[in-house]
């Protein structure tokens, strides 16, 4: 089984700094690959980032970008120039990349993270 | 673009009542998913269906039934709800690949009484 673990209930930061956040995660698959998602007050799930475990180089996405460490199976998001629309619960997943996971994600339980002006 | 549809978007039940939600695809995805979301927690799969004709038990899956309608379509039922199932519901689809993301319905919000 895997689990997904985001120890920052909550984070808060200013407009135009960079804040990260953390997530750690538990799978027994050697190929997997890590997503960060964004759902603001609209509750709507939306991608920012994704990583697949055998790519040793970080992935970046205009503002967003990753840190992952395989060894440490640790993978935080730092987002840079923060900006009021950033504030929205951040969840960190995982899928296994085998044929038989379908793709099937296990989250964290969530950031709350809140941009302030 | 409508990308995932889910309805209702939010619904009061009474213990006991049945109820079905939808949920509608339009990006030719092959799978399909179900999770719930309940406070302070991150979203738990439900069920999901990898390709049209299979449905699958994810993690939590007591109390519900699913139905690949078509490729397109993945309704997920309460037979007989029960207050433990207040919760948000989000459907989600993926095309079939490596890194793929899953992409999501705006969510039901379902209360039992």
Redesign the interface.
């Known amino acids: 089984a895997q689990t997904v673990t985001q120890s920052q209930p909550e984070m808060s930061v200013q407009e135009a700094e960079t804040v990260t956040l953390s997530c750690t995660y538990d799978t027994s698959e050697n190929n997997y690959y890590l997503f960060w998602y964004k759902q603001p007050p609209s509750r709507q799930m939306i991608l920012v980032i994704r990583q697949e475990a055998y790519k040793q180089q970080n992935a970046t996405e205009n503002r967003f970008s990753v840190n992952f460490q395989k060894a440490a199976k640790s993978f935080s998001l730092k987002i840079s120039d923060s900006q009021l629309g950033d504030t929205a619960m951040y969840f960190c997943a995982v899928a296994n990349a085998g044929g038989t996971s379908y793709g099937k994600l296990t989250f964290g339980q969530g950031t709350i993270l809140t941009v302030h002006p | 673009n409508a990308g995932v549809t889910q309805t209702p978007k939010f619904q009061v039940l009474k213990t006991g009542q049945s109820m079905t939600l939808q949920c509608a695809q339009d990006m030719n995805h092959n799978?399909m998913?179900w999770y719930r979301q309940d406070p302070?927690?991150?979203?738990?799969?439900i069920y999901?269906s990898?390709s049209e004709g299979t449905t699958d038990k994810?993690e939590v899956p007591n109390g519900y039934n699913v139905s690949r309608l078509n490729k397109r379509e993945f309704s997920l039922r309460l037979e007989s709800a029960a207050p433990s199932q207040t919760s948000?519901y989000?459907c989600?689809s993926?095309v079939t690949g490596?890194?793929?993301?899953?992409?999501?319905g705006?969510?039901t919000r379902l209360s039992i009484l």
């Open positions: 799978s998913y302070g927690m991150g979203l738990r799969l999901y990898a994810g948000v989000f989600a993926r490596r890194n793929q993301p899953q992409h999501f705006d969510g």
